[in-house]
């Protein structure tokens, strides 16, 4: 089969498109023909070299996926060669065809066209396995979401506004907070220009943000525990901003808040926090209300596999809003 390969850690040059060997159907796992996959900034950062796939996962780039089952393995109940499905993967979504296990299956929404389901899976189970099972965002709450327009911002916009809760949300641009505001946020702040403690305080009475979603890490540490509000929950899930910073614990205490560092890749496939329990609590607390039409995928644009290239320069770039696919040439 035909893949997007890695010659070396590098820029975005280094990929090409090229055969690699078919993937393996094990017990407990399906082999699914891909229709799409998206390109996650976890991407990225193993096409430099600095995330590797966890232990026994495929070394081709790819964290999701959507396509039609063509094989099924020993001991997988439920599925059957045909079903059309998205997949939560730990690797192998940029390739003709995949490898799952079969607890991270989703089936197809229906409403959603198949190659548009690949935009679902990392977004869907990122954002509930942090902002709602994890910090437990309540309908009333004040929720700030760093990078609102991107695919997991746009994903946080929509599923805590049907929550209730009040949305807040940085971005990069006019154009970018526009769509933040059309999901449902309701303060919108323009990071180049703006103070997002400031605002987010101002606009809330003081209050501040009961959950922070950030995906910049060392960068804004500091300040996301100071638009903590009192009993207020950080969650940290990305490193754009870097990787080391100092932590006023005294800061965090006076507020009884609480730092929480997740990643969803590196969790097993099975068990307590495990992939399967999130893709399971994402069907049956999600799915319902993306087959409605409530929460939609954002999908900014779509490319030939033979393109990754380019749809890795967007994304460094920060030039796209919401998720960007790949298909199959």
Same mark, same amino acid.
């Given at each position: 089969?035909?893949?997007?390969?890695?010659?070396?850690?590098? #820029?975005?040059?280094?990929?090409?498109?090229?055969?690699?060997?078919?993937?393996?159907?094990?017990?407990?796992?399906? &082999?699914?023909?891909?229709?799409?996959?998206?390109?996650?900034?976890?991407?990225? =950062?193993?096409?430099?070299?600095?995330?590797? +796939?966890?232990?026994?996962?495929?070394?081709?780039?790819?964290?999701?996926?959507?396509?039609?089952?063509?094989?099924?393995?020993?001991?997988?109940?439920?599925?059957?060669?045909?079903?059309?499905?998205?997949?939560?993967?730990?690797?192998?979504?940029? $390739? !003709?065809?995949?490898?799952? +296990?079969?607890?991270?299956?989703?089936?197809?929404?229906?409403?959603?066209?198949?190659?548009?389901?690949?935009?679902? +899976? !990392?977004?869907?189970?990122?954002?509930?396995?942090?902002?709602?099972?994890?910090?437990?965002?309540?309908?009333?709450?004040?929720?700030?979401?760093?990078? /609102?327009?991107?695919?997991? /911002?746009?994903?946080?916009?929509?599923?805590?506004?049907?929550?209730?809760?009040?949305?807040?949300?940085?971005?990069?641009?006019? $154009?970018?907070?526009?769509?933040?505001?059309?999901?449902?946020?309701?303060?919108?702040?323009?990071?180049?220009?703006?103070?997002?403690?400031?605002? &987010?305080?101002?606009?809330?009475?003081?209050?501040?943000?009961? &959950?922070?979603?950030?995906? =910049?890490?060392?960068?804004?540490?500091?300040?996301?525990?100071?638009?903590?509000?009192?009993? #207020?929950?950080?969650?940290?899930?990305?490193?754009?901003?870097?990787?080391?910073? !100092?932590?006023?614990?005294?800061?965090?205490?006076?507020?009884?808040?609480?730092?929480?560092?997740?990643?969803?890749?590196?969790?097993?496939?099975?068990?307590?926090? #495990?992939?399967?329990?999130?893709?399971? $609590?994402?069907?049956?607390?999600?799915?319902?209300?993306?087959?409605?039409?409530?929460?939609?995928?954002?999908?900014?644009?779509?490319?030939?596999?033979?393109?990754?290239?380019?749809?890795?320069?967007?994304? !460094?770039?920060?030039?796209?809003?919401?998720?960007?696919?790949?298909?199959?040439?």
């Amino acid at each position: 089969m035909r893949a997007v390969t890695v010659s070396e850690p590098g #820029g975005p040059d280094v990929l090409g498109w090229g055969e690699v060997p078919d993937p393996v159907c094990g017990p407990g796992e399906v &082999v699914v023909d891909v229709v799409a996959t998206a390109v996650n900034r976890a991407d990225l =950062m193993q096409r430099q070299g600095f995330y590797p +796939p966890p232990p026994g996962a495929s070394e081709v780039l790819g964290l999701e996926c959507s396509g039609v089952i063509s094989e099924v393995g020993d001991g997988v109940a439920g599925w059957a060669v045909g079903d059309e499905v998205c997949a939560l993967l730990a690797g192998g979504g940029y $390739a !003709e065809r995949v490898a799952v +296990p079969a607890g991270q299956l989703l089936p197809r929404p229906a409403g959603v066209e198949l190659a548009s389901a690949a935009a679902l +899976p !990392e977004v869907t189970c990122t954002v509930w396995s942090n902002v709602f099972l994890l910090a437990g965002l309540r309908a009333g709450d004040v929720f700030l979401v760093h990078g /609102g327009s991107s695919g997991i /911002g746009t994903m946080a916009i929509q599923l805590a506004v049907r929550a209730g809760a009040r949305v807040a949300t940085t971005a990069g641009s006019p $154009a970018k907070l526009a769509v933040c505001r059309e999901l449902g946020a309701e303060i919108v702040v323009n990071y180049r220009d703006e103070d997002f403690v400031e605002r &987010v305080r101002a606009a809330t009475g003081g209050h501040g943000a009961d &959950v922070v979603l950030d995906n =910049m890490g060392a960068a804004y540490l500091a300040r996301n525990v100071d638009v903590l509000a009192d009993g #207020g929950r950080l969650v940290v899930i990305g490193m754009q901003g870097g990787r080391k910073a !100092e932590l006023d614990l005294s800061r965090l205490l006076a507020k009884r808040g609480s730092v929480h560092a997740t990643a969803l890749r590196s969790r097993p496939a099975t068990g307590r926090g #495990g992939k399967a329990e999130i893709v399971a $609590a994402v069907r049956h607390d999600v799915w319902p209300d993306v087959e409605r039409g409530v929460v939609r995928p954002v999908i900014d644009r779509r490319l030939p596999m033979s393109r990754a290239a380019e749809a890795h320069a967007l994304l !460094e770039e920060s030039s796209h809003i919401g998720k960007v696919l790949l298909l199959p040439d």
